[in-house]
């Protein structure tokens, strides 16, 4: 019975991934695999470059590499800023009337898996320093394994 009933968890947590009406920032978890981060890479191509360049280091916008955060950081905060727009008057549009909300779970699981890649020329940090609650402190072999994946997903 404990076993069905985790397997039911699995699918509805699997339905819930690509359920696009059903995803909120309460919902949205952060996505991993080298196929929604090379989607997320070009919606953010798509969308987001103009503010943040193309390496995320920030331009009008802030850079989005480090562990500084206007907003909050992590999926929860990162997808919220996305689909409802960054701080009165500061210019980041809500993005949910054109991205569908699986779109934003993707590019903001791209712009979290850019933590630590220290583009040249970076803007300063903004915000306040976020640390994932139970996450794991960010270390050199973690940034070897986001250059690998973002790398991987290059297209030229």
């Not at 306040?128 to 973002?150: H, I, Q």
Request: charged fraction near 25%; proline fraction near 5%; glycine fraction near 10%.
């Amino acid at each position: 019975m404990v076993a069905e009933m985790e397997q039911s968890d699995k699918q509805v947590q699997e339905y819930l991934k690509n359920a696009p009406d059903l995803m909120d920032k309460e919902k949205v978890t952060l996505l991993t695999d080298a196929t929604a981060l090379a989607e997320g890479k070009k919606i953010f191509e798509s969308n987001c470059v103009a503010c943040h360049r193309p390496d995320a280091g920030g331009a009008i916008g802030p850079n989005l590499t480090d562990k500084f955060w206007i907003l909050g950081g992590g999926i929860k905060n990162v997808f919220n800023t996305i689909s409802e727009g960054g701080r009165s008057g500061k210019g980041m549009v809500p993005w949910k009337e054109s991205l569908k909300p699986t779109e934003i779970q993707k590019v903001a699981s791209y712009v979290l898996s850019l933590q630590g890649s220290n583009p040249k020329d970076g803007k300063p940090a903004e915000g306040d320093e976020w640390v994932e609650e139970g996450a794991a402190p960010l270390t050199e072999a973690t940034t070897e394994v986001v250059e690998t994946v973002v790398n991987s997903t290059k297209t030229e």
